[in-house]
Nanobody, 124 residues
Framework: VRLEEFGGALVQAGGSLRLSCTAS????????MAWFRQAPGKEREFVAA????????YYADSVKDRFRISRAKAERTQYLQMDVLEPDDTAIYYC??????????????????WGQGTQVTVSS
């Protein structure tokens, strides 16, 4: 399975972006899909996750009122709608999938397949 992200761009603070991530390859049946991000000089951090079958969502506190994760199972695609973007949201955003359990949904180690990342830059 390969994951590929789309949608990264340069945007002004207060603006919006929508990222997408599509899976290709063999049978795709993750437990969760997620978005992580990594800013320069910082560690990769959890942004949001979605349970693939039921659609339950989970967010980092820093984004929960501004970002929304969703998925289209038939298209094997997940999305991250990002609103009211802030300069601190600047990072490379990574799509991930895995068959972990709920207690590990915010841990990068729970995900076995990653995309190459897409750059999001928010100017002040």
């Amino acid at each position: 399975v390969r994951l590929e992200e789309f949608g990264g761009a340069l945007v002004q603070a207060g603006g919006s972006l929508r990222l997408s991530c599509t899976a290709s390859g063999d049978t795709f049946s993750p437990s969760f899909m997620a978005w992580f991000r990594q800013a320069p000089g910082k560690e990769r951090e959890f942004v949001a996750a979605i349970r693939w079958s039921g659609g339950h969502t989970y967010y980092a506190d820093s984004v929960k009122d501004r970002f929304r994760i969703s998925r289209a199972k038939a298209e094997r695609t997940q999305y991250l709608q990002m609103d009211v973007l802030e300069p601190d949201d600047t990072a490379i955003y990574y799509c991930a999938s895995g068959r972990g359990i709920l207690s590990t949904v915010r841990q990068a180690t729970a995900y076995t397949t990653w995309g190459q990342g897409t750059q999001v830059t928010v100017s002040s």
